[in-house]
């Protein structure tokens, strides 16, 4: 997705916290998923934020500012399973960012 | 809970070669998603259908067609294969009017040699 712009890299330690930042441009707008895919596997949903403001499930947080065009992924504990893309797909523009590669090292 | 299931998972052809890949959503969802994803690439869209017709258009070469069938089921359809075309392609579903979450498929792994 040419609109959307993420980090290409993080690397963070077990139990840390680590937000991932993404910006968008799209002409319309109906929401903001956010995935996580491991090395040859399928995406996997993680959270879909349509109104401004945090969305909170367990250990995975997102938060979206419509008018900023603007979205984070914040990911807390982590753990090495956590080791990951993760993609950023406004709806409208169905597609992704190029993902951000996160790493959690011992 | 029931996933959505593609098939085949892997599948090698040759160039210039047709291939058809199968998606088959989550019981009750109308929406199909196609996506490419290339080697340390992004998933692409390709193309989407909902209650059996098209909704969306991706970047879908002219050399690919897919549909979307009665029972929801989807095929895409590739022909004159070319050595690009090998990727993973992703299948997702959706529900649409509740939060449109796409569920994908595990992918299938096409290889042209």
């Known amino acids: 997705g040419q609109n959307i712009d993420q980090p290409t890299e993080m690397t963070a330690t077990e139990g840390a916290i680590v937000q991932i930042n993404c910006t968008y441009q799209?002409?319309?707008?109906?929401?903001l998923f956010w995935y996580q895919q491991h090395a040859g596997e399928a995406p996997t949903f993680l959270s879909y934020?349509?109104?401004?403001g945090l969305e909170e499930k367990g250990r995975f947080s997102s938060f979206l500012s419509r008018s900023k065009g603007y979205s984070y992924l914040l990911l807390k504990e982590l753990q090495m399973k956590d080791s990951a893309s993760y993609l950023c797909?406004?709806?409208?523009?169905?597609?992704f960012g190029a993902g951000t590669t996160v790493t959690v090292r011992a | 809970a029931a996933g959505v299931i593609q098939s085949p998972r892997h599948l090698i052809k040759e160039k210039r070669e047709t291939a058809t890949l199968k998606c088959y959503p989550i019981?009750?969802?109308?929406?199909v998603y196609w996506y490419q994803q290339g080697p340390g690439q992004d998933p692409q869209f390709l193309i989407s259908?909902?209650?059996?017709?098209?909704?969306d258009k991706g970047s879908i070469p002219d050399r690919f067609s897919a549909q979307q069938f009665s029972d929801y089921h989807s095929e895409l359809n590739m022909s004159s294969l070319e050595l690009g075309d090998s990727a993973l392609y992703f299948c997702?579903?959706?529900?649409?009017?509740?939060?449109?979450?796409?569920?994908f498929g595990p992918g299938t792994r096409l290889l042209v040699l």
């Open positions: 997702a579903s959706s529900l649409v009017g509740g939060k449109e979450t796409q569920y």
């Open positions: 799209t002409s319309g707008f109906n929401g």
């Open positions: 934020n349509v109104l401004d």
């Open positions: 797909a406004p709806r409208d523009e169905l597609s």
């Open positions: 019981p009750r969802h109308d929406t």
């Open positions: 259908f909902y209650e059996k017709m098209q909704s």
